[in-house]
């Protein structure tokens, strides 16, 4: 914590010393996870909230360190107004991203949310997926669970789920440079999920005709997926076969997921048998080539 | 496949752990029913097996006139290499708000399993059935176990049959009469992929297409594998084995690589979690491993994700009879990746042990 008495993650001096300076961050991207609760508030009040905490975060934050940039927090609900939210600030070079949250009333591959994704793509800006939300219906699909325990550890379910969605959607056909980034919910899980869905597409595919790909492709072209909280399988050498599954280089990237208590440090969140080739692509380069940072001071 | 296939299957005895029948309809159920039910059914031109016609697309539902009682056996149970043969009858009575038609409905389906299945003549010798229960009153659903528990030698009912998509998660103390009584008549649970309930089978809604909802169902096992650990179910009723039955299996390794990590960091929330929830999935839990979610031509991958899963006990043989997924080679490639003694055990042991068969 802090020593002004602020909460964690409010104190810029205190993220400087402890995060930037102390790990030489070159660039860290601000998702505003806990406000981006904020985003399914309906209507203008929550139209008026999100614009509040972009303009904030702009003031407070990015004006002041320039090591930092943010994602634009939008009230995916409200498409006029997200649309609205993305165009005004998308000119902004220290805003990289728009930030929607992983539960959500409805799933993402929905229609009504493909305006806001054109939005974003015309912008260059990736669209991230962050743990949290507030669907009004049980958290995971068997009902609502008991224990935080079980809400942590079931980020990845719900993720899968708007993957699929989004994938048999068909909006990456018609938005073809539209990028997703998966935050906080693994990747481990992403190659067994390719797999059920080509199978299912093979047999099932009738429902979806004018899906021009394999559902798996759409996978490895348009989703990035953040490293923290890092995978541990039971064997050091299952990480690599995690990668191998996965066969999507360039598309994970380096999380600390600072300030929470699961922070994965930058010298010890990768094997330390991991190639320094791809080492350096997940610590640095393939977040480079997604959100253009080479122009960006810092990069 | 190099494997000479008739051969092998002429020669390899096998346990199917997951075959099907048609629900019977309201007709058929009938004389089954309490009076009052039988009069409910005739004057409010009740008719509950229609409903289930929308659970799954055509091309998917196989042919109906192949789950009928002389087909099966003719088809399927007269086969040289099926030593036995597991019946799982979906009913979806989870759908039905009334709890007293729900559970007589399910002690009528069991009752014509019974009949109509079960009598040991011809090839019916090699059947095995899951009890079918009403999830809405648990007491009664233990009432009902423990009535089949008692006829297992005559009639054959070896397991306890629930759909895994439930509006409350399975961990919940709410179930446990119904592991009571499962664990104490030697059934397991069978969790089958399915189940028509009032709560979206995503945390974000209902999914507008098929496929999404078909691929989806394995997250749905997945929430009910993390429930059953975090409640401590296995803590209570250490003998319950659980039974994944339709679920795919390839993502067993992330989820217990997944529920291991966050288990360090929760089991302060959860002390009654007194091992890695990996040491539990291993030691209760079995999958059918119809349908292989892997790749078809990288059977490399195939293998590893067994060698991960890491105990040759986990997997049994299912066919998902009469269900039509059309040209699906992913059984024969995996019991092609696996030992001659894992394949015995996939093929054979594992549900010979299980069920006690």
Known sequence: ?299 | MSRPNAVQTELELKVDCDIHCAAPDTAALAQYLPRHWQEFVGFGGFKFREALDHCYPPILDGNPEETRVEQVKQLFLSRADVAHAILNCYMGLEALQNRDLAVSLASATNQWLADRWLSDEAEGSKLRASVVIATQDPGEAAIEIRKWAMRKGELGFVQVLLPVHSEVPYGKRQYFPIYDAAAECGFPIGLHFGGLTVTAPTSSGWPSLYIDEYIGMSQIFQSQVLSLIAEGVFERFPDLKVVLLESGFTWLPALMWRLDKEWKGFRREVPWVRELPSTYIRRHFRATVQPVDAPPDDLAQLRRVVDQIGSGSLLMFSSDYPHNYGPDEGVNLLLSVLSDAQRRDVLMNNARDLYRL
Request: net charge negative.
């Open chain 1, 1 to 299: 914590m802090p020593s002004s008495g602020l909460p964690a993650g409010s104190d810029l001096d205190f993220l400087r010393e402890q995060l930037l300076d102390r790990w030489n961050v070159r660039i860290a991207i601000l998702n505003s996870g806990n406000v981006a609760q904020l985003s399914v508030q309906p209507g203008d009040y929550g139209a008026a909230l999100t614009r509040a905490i972009n303009d904030w975060t702009l003031a407070e934050w990015l004006d002041a360190e320039p090591r930092l940039v943010s994602a634009i927090v939008v009230p995916i609900n409200d498409a006029d107004q997200a649309e609205d939210e993305i165009r005004r600030l998308a000119h902004h070079p220290r805003f990289v991203q728009v930030l929607v949250t992983l539960r959500n009333v409805d799933l993402l591959g929905n229609r009504r949310f493909w305006r806001v994704y054109k939005a974003a793509a015309e912008a260059g800006l990736p669209i991230g997926v962050h743990v949290g939300g507030i669907a009004g219906q049980p958290l995971t699909g068997a009902g609502w669970p008991s224990y935080y325990f079980e809400v942590h550890a079931g980020h990845p379910q719900a993720f899968a789920a708007q993957l699929s969605s989004l994938v048999f959607s068909g909006v990456f056909d018609e938005i073809p440079r539209l990028q997703f980034v998966l935050i906080e919910g693994g990747f481990a899980w992403v190659p067994s999920l390719c797999w059920r869905m080509d199978r299912a597409w093979r047999i099932l595919g009738e429902e979806v005709p004018d899906l021009k790909q394999e559902p798996s492709w759409y996978v490895r072209h348009h989703f990035s997926f953040t490293t923290q909280p890092i995978e541990e399988p039971e064997r050091p050498e299952q990480f690599r076969e995690i990668l191998d599954a996965l066969d999507m280089n360039g598309r994970l990237l380096f999380s600390t997921d600072y300030p929470h208590w699961d922070f994965d440090a930058p010298d010890r969140a990768l094997p330390s048998d991991i190639a320094s080739g791809l080492r350096r692509q997940i610590m640095s380069s393939d977040a480079v080539s997604l959100y253009r940072f080479a122009g960006l001071d810092g990069a």
